[in-house]
């Protein structure tokens, strides 16, 4: 099974339509225009296109396809123009083109292929969602609400074909220690600065004993600091920034109350909805993966992954060092390769759930 031209076409084509998130109207239409002239019903969420039925009865285990149609502002550096997709050879160059352009049109083959040979057996749906490069509210969160419970979510992003299994989590706190204002001159006053000090070098000096099998240790990072408004006051406020990676072993709220514990400031997250995950061994999913003789890891990137209260794993054509940068670009002959691979995980996977 190949993606064949008429895919790379639609690449080409769905590239050369701007969807920066929250902006992504145009390219939801045409995608969403593209899929009902294949004779899919779509229902459209916000700007996610969901094909399938989450309500269908005795259809098997609900296994979800879900790849991501917005991008990022190009970056600095281009030398064509990022919405004017260029064929260099095996190259398809363009913003969004590896991240997550090829695993969108990908997975649209792969269900136009396994669809009807999954009926039956497994209630395959696909979802393209909206505003995932911010995880935004109306992306793929507005449609999990109305899904129910998933069996499997299958994450198209950038993997080299190999799936991600685990991913760490992000929280970003927002700290404010209180100190008292005075004359600098007469040393006056309660420094805020030298108490936020403390906190950052307790921050800093975390210690994680639980080891993941998947993930790399929780991190905690101050990244900003402000204080003060004149270089003769005492400063009576000091806030900084701590930017929070979690893993499997300590999510997100065991890390928020580990460093509220060693910390004298109000510490407040901005969310903690970007959740760590790791999919459990015995799963059906870990069993077709060990059964197509894939390579899992561990992915310190995030995805929609974070979102998803499902098993999920994360597999797709690309190279993540290759999304946000000038010049991202996809090979055909990783689209070639991506619905093969696709298609195969979807066999492994009818098997293995028979077999359970």
Excluded at 211 to 229: N, Y
Excluded at 233 to 240: E, G, L, T
Excluded at 270 to 294: G, Q, V, W, Y
Aim: aromatic residues 4%; contains cysteine.
């Amino acid at each position: 099974m190949t993606c064949g031209i008429k895919h790379i076409d639609l690449l080409l084509e769905m590239l050369s339509i701007p969807a920066i998130s929250r902006k992504e109207h145009q390219r939801s239409d045409f995608l969403e225009g593209t899929l009902k002239g294949l004779g899919f019903q779509v229902t459209r969420i916000h700007n996610n296109l969901l094909v399938g039925d989450p309500d269908l009865e005795d259809a098997g285990p609900r296994v979800l396809l879900n790849s991501h149609m917005d991008t990022v502002s190009p970056a600095e550096g281009w030398v064509s123009d990022p919405f004017e997709p260029l064929v260099d050879g095996d190259r398809i160059v363009g913003l969004g083109s590896n991240d997550a352009g090829a695993s969108v049109v990908t997975m649209m083959a792969t269900y136009q292929n396994m669809y009807t040979e999954m009926k039956g057996q497994m209630n395959l749906m696909l979802l393209i969602s909206a505003e995932e490069e911010i995880s935004g509210s109306n992306g793929i969160s507005s449609v999990l609400d109305r899904m129910g419970n998933l069996d499997a979510v299958i994450v198209g992003e950038p993997t080299g074909m190999q799936p991600a299994v685990a991913e760490r989590g992000l929280m970003v706190l927002d700290g404010e220690v209180k100190g008292k204002a005075g004359h600098a001159a007469l040393n006056e006053g309660e420094n805020a600065i030298y108490r936020a000090m403390k906190d950052i070098e307790s921050i800093a000096g975390l210690d994680f004993r639980n080891q993941s099998a998947w993930l790399p240790q929780p991190g905690a990072q101050v990244t900003m600091i402000s204080a003060g408004t004149g270089h003769n006051v005492v400063p009576d406020v000091c806030r900084y920034v701590v930017d929070v990676r979690s893993n499997d072993r300590y999510g997100n709220e065991a890390m928020l109350e580990r460093i509220r514990s060693v910390c004298m400031a109000d510490l407040k997250p901005r969310s903690t909805r970007l959740k760590p995950s790791s999919l459990n061994e015995d799963h059906f999913l870990m069993e077709a993966i060990i059964a197509c003789k894939f390579h899992p890891f561990g992915s310190s990137t995030l995805s929609d992954m974070a979102l998803i209260p499902f098993p999920a794993i994360k597999i797709g054509p690309g190279d993540s060092a290759r999304s946000h940068t000038a010049g991202e670009y996809i090979l055909m002959s990783e689209l070639e390769d991506a619905v093969g691979i696709y298609c195969r995980l979807l066999e492994a996977l009818k098997t293995n759930m028979k077999q359970n």
